[in-house]
């Protein structure tokens, strides 16, 4: 092994489920090492796209709304997660929903983009990485710290001003991850479980905690609680919130965060 | 083969109810929240978390500058 194979600053993207990956490494490893985890990351991302995607007239979950493939027939990957969903459906009182209003169209969105990437990211863990992060479309799993021993530090995209530069807050986290739900980048997809109504209350809600599926999943449910999602959130242990209103304002409950030491 | 882990600088105090959490999560400090609005730069964030943007959208966004590729 020499030097001339080690590097520290690994960065790769792809373009996967409507959006764009993103994965940052910072151990200290072999470059081909690092590759070929973030290979097998790619490709677990794919293929859990073409199970899952709503979008694709050939994934499984197309065809199972078609009425050509049963549900029970689908496979445990596919069980696992509308078992997700429902036990989501019954925490968040009905705000959480993997169909369509009107019921009869399964979509697992919500809960799939989080699940999956914590799942891929799997293939950095096996790899034996520890400082990284791997991001899909503003979601986030973080491992340990960066290269320079610091935490993680992510900006939360401001949901109220058209500058993609701007940001409304930032968290730093050492191994948690980090996701955000709201409407600003692809205009109202989500809707609130109990009314059919699209939820508009807020502007953004972001939730972090150790698993990105529970994070992401409970940011779409809490975003359309407005507000009383802050709440809902903090009583799942591990977990915590922080909403953005229309206004701009943030909600967050201050006792789940610790305040900045040091002035950036 | 990878540097065996780092340890991290950790400076924020940790959860009052470590005790009831798993090991790993109980290695962990609360996570920190800066509440200043700012227009963020390479130098102070590793990334950014956001609503999900398209494909297309990537291209202008921050993350894009972040990942070398804006």
Redesign the interface.
Known sequence: MTDALLTRNFVRTHTVMGTVASVHVHDVAEFGVINAAVDAVWTELDRLEAVFSTFHTTSVISRINRRELHLLDAGAELIEVLDACTWLEHVSRGAFRARRPGGAVIDPAGFVKGWATELAAKHLDRAGLQQWYLAVGGDIQTRGCTGAGEPWRFGIADPNSDDPRVVRAMVEVTGDAVATSGTAARGRHLWDGRDDQPAASLASMTVVGPHLTWADAFATAAFVMGTDGVDWVAGLEGYRALAVTSTGELVHRAAQWSAPLLHV | ?????????????QSP?DH??SV??N???????????????SA????????????R??Q??????????G
Request: charged letters at 10%; one cysteine or more.
């Open positions: 083969m990878t540097s065996g882990g780092q340890i991290c600088n950790v400076d924020a105090i109810n009831r959490r790993s999560i290695q962990q400090a609360l996570p920190i929240l800066h509440t200043e609005a700012m227009r963020a730069q102070n964030i590793n990334g950014v978390s956001g609503a999900t943007i398209t494909s959208g990537y202008s966004s921050l993350q894009s500058i972040l990942d070398g590729l």
